[in-house]
């Protein structure tokens, strides 16, 4: 919904696009530190705890935001949204590991399908919906929305998500998969040392992305310096916040997490830039912009169900790729005398991608990742979409300065061809992405 308010709330406090990026930011650099560490809490104390109490921490963001008085109280708003909403995606993955162990059988592919059906709906409306709320409340809309949708989901998961296992019976069926795959890290025990050398070296990269029109290359001092640390301490730790060994040995799962991480660069960079650009420089309303949006919305939907039913995951990613590179193509062409048609048809060649990608990397993590440990790697891999979305909001902010245009545009769509042709090789001479029976697990 925010990418839809960006310019109204820059227009109400008097900043521009360079600063109304860092709502975009600040709400993934949360989500990339909190995925995993929520990850690893659902695994320990039970998906169902973690879920309910990163609602309640939704809500409150839709109420700082709502009464903000000043851009700075935004930030605090979108920081929340970032840890509550994190709860989420690692939950559910949990909660479809505990369902597969009481019935005995993996998790079916149609169902992985709907979970990123349901990721993408939310996402689907929210353009459609934020210009709609911004046309008709106002731009403060958008965060009290959150409040009653938060307050509806966590009535639903009271209803109908099961309750946690017994952390007893949890700790034996971790010790069964454990002995069963040759042994793995407890799941659950936290890395602060870890989680606070991660946030740091993340932060600082996050603040030289953010104005790379004026590098700070100072900042890039503490990013190594933080990393390397980080680096050493994950390899000693027993229980890392990031198995880097597990990394290194799992080369499937390590490289899902880079393909999804360049895919969504690729995506936040239209998703965002691309709704300023209608904005400014084609000169269209809130409501109007969230429409055009609507055909990337309803294909990235009709195609999260369509890759459900496929078999294999490296045909449905290297279809994704391929019309990443064409929209990323036609985006270069692209000018405010562009007809709407094709501004329509460019939309769709984004949103294709993100129901097969979401999909496809989402089975290739339930293929690869240690099955006591999914809800942690799960969130490693959000992790890595919001890592591609950090880089997408410095490149918006380099792209446009102050404005939105035709140039800058340009320049993130010929960012985004050469990355989208590299994730086409990178997934055409995956061998591990080979068609695998449905259900089947690797440790590769």
């Given amino acids: ?24 930011s600040v709400l993934y650099l949360a989500s990339a530190v909190s995925q995993p560490v929520l990850g690893r809490l659902a695994d320990g104390l039970g998906p169902r705890r973690v879920f309910l109490a990163g ?4 809500a409150a963001s839709g109420l700082v935001g709502a009464l903000a008085a000043g851009f700075g109280w935004l ?33 079916p592919r149609t169902v992985l399908g709907r979970l990123s059906f349901a990721a993408l709906g939310s996402a689907a409306v929210g353009p459609t919906l934020g210009g709609l709320l911004v046309a008709t409340a106002g731009w403060r809309g958008i965060f009290a929305v959150n409040v009653p949708v938060a307050l509806i989901a966590y009535a639903s998961a009271l209803r109908w998500i099961p309750k946690d296992v017994p952390r007893e019976e949890r700790a034996v069926a971790d010790g069964e998969l ?11 025990a936290l890395d602060p040392l870890g989680i606070l050398l991660f946030t740091g070296a993340l932060s600082c990269l996050v ?25 050493w301490w994950q390899l000693r730790h027993p229980r890392p916040f990031i198995d880097l060994r ?57 195609c999260s169900l369509l890759g459900a039913r496929t078999k294999g995951i490296r045909a449905p990613l290297t279809v994704a790729a391929v019309l990443l590179a064409v929209g990323s193509a036609l985006l270069l062409f692209t000018t405010g005398a562009t007809p709407l048609a ?10 294709v991608p993100q129901g097969l990608m979401g999909t496809a990397n989402q089975a290739a993590v339930q293929m690869y990742a240690p099955a006591e440990a999914i809800g942690s790697a799960a969130g490693l891999q959000r992790t890595a979409q919001y890592l591609g979305a950090i880089t997408a909001s410095g490149l918006i902010g380099l792209a446009y300065g102050q404005r939105a245009d035709d140039a800058g545009l ?3 769509a010929g960012v985004g061809a050469v990355l989208a042709v590299a994730l086409v090789g990178l997934t055409v001479t995956d061998r591990a992405l080979r068609a695998r029976p449905a259900g089947t697990r690797t440790g590769r």
């Avoid at 960006?6 to 521009?16: N, Q, R, S, W």
């Avoid at 094709?342 to 949103?351: H, I, M, P, R």
Wanted: net charge positive; charged share 10%.
């Fill in 55 to 58: 609602l309640m921490v939704v």
């Fill in 178 to 188: 454990k002995g069963a795959q040759g042994g793995g890290k407890t799941a659950g």
């Fill in 342 to 351: 094709v501004l329509l048809l460019t939309g769709a060649c984004f949103g």
């Fill in 207 to 231: 603040v030289f992305l953010l104005d790379l029109r004026h590098p700070m290359w100072w900042l890039l001092a503490p990013v190594a310096v933080l990393s390397t640390v980080l680096t």
């Fill in 75 to 107: 930030l605090v708003s979108r920081l929340l949204l970032g840890i509550g909403t994190s709860a989420a995606y690692p939950a559910a993955m949990a909660v479809l590991r505990d369902e597969s162990a009481r019935l005995g059988r993996p998790t």
């Fill in 410 to 412: 340009h320049l993130m």
């Fill in 1 to 24: 919904m925010i990418s839809t308010g960006l310019v109204a709330i820059g227009h109400d406090f008097g900043v521009g696009a360079a600063d109304t990026v860092w709502l975009v």
């Fill in 246 to 302: 597990m990394l290194g040995a799992n080369r499937a799962l390590a490289r899902t997490y880079l393909r999804h991480g360049v895919s969504y660069l690729v995506v936040y960079c239209v998703m965002y830039g691309f709704t300023q650009w209608l904005e400014e420089e084609r000169g269209l309303s809130s409501l109007h912009t969230g429409l055009v949006m609507l055909p990337m919305s309803l294909a990235a939907l009709a």
